[in-house]
């Protein structure tokens, strides 16, 4: 009987047995298994069939995938050394094992034989995407090349996922090796009460008088907002834009791995045949080619540009007028910002906070979900891998009584080990199986401040801001994504199979709620007073809502057009520098420049460690697909009198969610909306045009 942990699929992952130690005894079986699967499957003579072949693949990839899942996942959440190394030391074999399963021949054929077969006819339409994914997915793997290049091809496969662990390790480890201690209490001016004390207690846990100041955002935020000594945002700013850059430990500069990934991801696309890795991004996509998208992000930037260049002119003539800077620099437009906001609608964020207790933002996201789906959210027990972490259930009511739909992990705190920013990752996925439907499960991370001081001897509450709020809205509806869908088959379940350009849709279609008083007047209470959110301050988030959003889309654009341009023309090496070609498209898009030593794309993990290179441009992309999904619930509220309109709910479950990557994410749209998408919705919301 084995008795390692990460092979007990069973139920729940055992984050309470797991240990670094059974990363490689359970990887290497998984791996061998696997490879004896596959060596039978193509040795069968007989033609291949979904049963007999596509399904006992299904199972054992699933086992794989959800033991490394689990070792990836602790791998960001509790990046100690010891998980760092084994994950490390297995990452190679992984990266190998699947280079090697992607450019099989014999492998590739039979999948091929079977989507010519007769049986593919027989098939339901999800089975059938997924032949047609896979036949892709081969194709892009590098099945199809001549046997003496594929050596190769693998060989770029593994030290591309090498490079990105280690691009992501460089950067937490920078962002961890600063700290800004300050004992003079007057460099403190300006700080809300709760920044100070979280500041003072982080210096006591180092045995440090005074208060500890660090990157990580919970700490660097409220400086930059609020701080009123310039020469202490001054320090920060530059300590956190030249993080993992040659400005610092040499050891964590991420510069070369940069220029080595482009280099690899080039040489990978030209092998496959294409001119661009740019271009090669798209074919699994919603978008045709690189220079649709460049077309789209140029229109954008070209309608919001106007907007930025207002919103900057007010913001100095505003700096200028009330602090006499007349120079206004990276390290000030923040808090300047926070000034004329708060001077503008007579509100500051950190006023909002304080309305925001952890409790009453969950209660207020669980009514949302529970009113639009008809679920009930209730708190779970599992094992988990820190104290701070929660589990929660998602049920319906049936025939037979509530059933169980899905689950999550909540794991909201920033902690030194954790890797920076918010994200969704699947625990397991939805399938049907011999014993009948596998329950779906997610995990949820933020990067929220902790709670920090006490009330009345007991400990207050962690308090969020309004862009916290939102963030977890965010993640959430990922995370519904993921545990609302109906797909029986694994490869299509919930985000799977899901074009990478719309899989924002259901999380940025969230975030609107957050703007909506039906949701935010039963979700508030002051966390000294108890007392709601009042109807004033809602309305004056409301005025503030699009406050510069004409350089918040401007800077959007210019990272996605980086990153396009980065991926479709630019040479490593050349004699064109990155940092040139990131000049050049701050000369067409932005009104806002930073220092010349400014390290922005040392820390641009979305493109260089997470998934999104030659496409940080669908954030854009899909937030004209969600904000024109929220207007069917505005128009919905005009017979029913709420956003929570659980009708239309149940027609966004029925027709996005619920249908996973079994069909193209613009039928699944067509199907909610009844026609294709619109970006009017978007302007509108952005106030980009008239409402």
């Known amino acids: 009987m084995n008795t390692n942990p990460l092979l007990d699929f069973s139920a729940l992952p055992r984050f309470d047995l797991i240990q670094p130690e059974h990363v490689a005894p359970a990887i290497t079986d998984l791996l061998s298994r696997y490879q004896a699967l596959i060596d039978e499957l193509i040795a069968r003579p007989e033609a291949p069939t979904w049963d007999g072949f596509a399904a006992p693949i299904t199972d054992m990839g699933e086992q794989l995938g959800r033991a490394w899942g689990v070792v990836g996942h602790l791998h960001g959440v509790n990046d100690v050394p010891a ?7 297995s990452l190679p074999d992984i990266t190998r094992f699947y280079s090697s399963l992607g450019q099989n021949l014999a492998l590739f054929a039979k999948y091929r034989a079977l989507h010519d ?3 593919y006819a027989t098939l339901s339409p999800a089975r059938q995407r997924i032949l047609d994914n896979e036949v892709r997915d081969f194709r892009l793997s590098g099945a199809e090349l001549p046997e003496e290049l594929k050596p190769r091809f693998k060989e770029i496969q593994e030290e591309l996922a090498s490079l990105s662990a280690k691009f992501s390790e460089n950067l937490l480890d920078a962002t961890n090796a600063f700290a800004e201690y300050v004992t003079d209490e007057a460099l403190l001016a300006g700080l809300p009460e709760d920044s100070v004390e979280a500041a003072r207690e982080a210096a006591q846990r180092d045995d440090r008088d005074g208060w500890k100041f660090t990157l990580h955002m919970p700490s660097y935020l409220p400086v930059m907002q609020y701080a009123e000594n310039r020469d202490l945002r001054a320090r920060m700013y530059r300590a956190n834009a030249t993080r993992a850059s040659e400005f610092g430990d040499m050891a964590r500069d991420n510069t070369a791995l940069i220029d080595r990934i482009l280099s690899l991801r080039a040489e990978e696309s030209k092998m496959l045949g294409f001119e661009s890795f740019a271009e090669l991004s798209m074919v699994p996509k919603m978008a045709d080619t690189p220079a649709q998208v460049t077309a789209f992000l140029r229109d954008l930037g070209a309608r919001a540009k106007p907007h930025g260049k207002r919103d900057l002119d007010e913001l100095r003539a505003f700096a200028r007028n009330e602090f006499g800077l007349d120079e206004l620099q990276s390290w000030d437009m923040t808090w300047v910002s926070e000034k004329l906001r708060s001077h503008r609608y007579n509100f500051s964020e950190h006023e909002v906070k304080l309305y925001f207790p952890e409790h009453k933002v969950l209660e207020g996201l669980f009514r949302v979900i529970e009113g639009l789906y008809g679920v009930t959210i209730k708190p779970d027990t599992a094992p988990v891998w820190h104290a701070d972490v929660r589990f929660f259930r998602i049920e319906r009511a049936g025939a037979g009584g509530d059933e169980l739909v899905g689950q999550f992990y909540l794991d909201l705190y920033a902690r030194d080990t954790k890797r920076g920013g918010a994200w969704m990752d699947e625990a397991i996925t939805r399938r049907r199986v011999a014993s009948g439907v596998q329950t779906p499960v997610a995990y949820l991370n933020c990067n929220f401040p902790s709670p920090v001081g006490e009330k009345d001897g007991k400990p207050k509450p962690a308090t969020f801001t309004h862009d916290d709020v939102i963030t977890l809205f965010h993640e959430s509806g990922h995370g519904l994504h993921h545990v609302l869908t109906r797909v029986d088959d694994l490869a299509v379940s919930g985000i799977h199979g899901v074009e990478w350009d719309a899989v924002e849709l259901p999380s940025q279609f969230m975030e609107n709620f957050c703007w909506e008083w039906d949701v935010l007047s039963g979700m508030t209470a002051h966390v000294d007073t108890g007392e709601p959110l009042p109807r004033a301050l809602f309305d004056k988030m409301i005025a503030a809502k699009n406050f510069q959003s004409g350089l918040q889309t401007l800077r959007q654009v210019e990272f996605s057009l980086f990153d396009l341009r980065l ?35 040392q820390s641009f993990s979305h493109i260089f460690a997470g998934g999104y290179a030659a496409g940080y441009y669908s954030y854009k992309w899909a937030e004209v697909l969600s904000a024109d999904a929220f207007e069917a619930f505005e128009e919905a509220r005009e017979q029913s009198g709420s956003v929570l309109d659980t009708r239309t709910g149940r027609r966004f479950w029925d027709e996005i969610l619920a249908v996973g990557g079994s069909r193209p994410a613009l039928e699944s749209f067509k199907a909610f909306r009844g026609r294709e998408p619109r970006p009017d919705a978007l302007l509108r919301h952005s106030g980009m045009v008239a409402a």
């Open 117 to 119: 077969s007769p049986e």
């Open 567 to 601: 991926h479709d023309e630019f040479v490593p090496g050349g004699e064109q520098t990155m940092l040139q070609l990131l000049d050049e498209v701050r000369d067409e898009i932005a009104v806002v420049r930073p220092p010349a030593w400014n390290r922005f794309p």
């Open 83 to 89: 998980w760092r190394e084994a994950y490390n030391a």
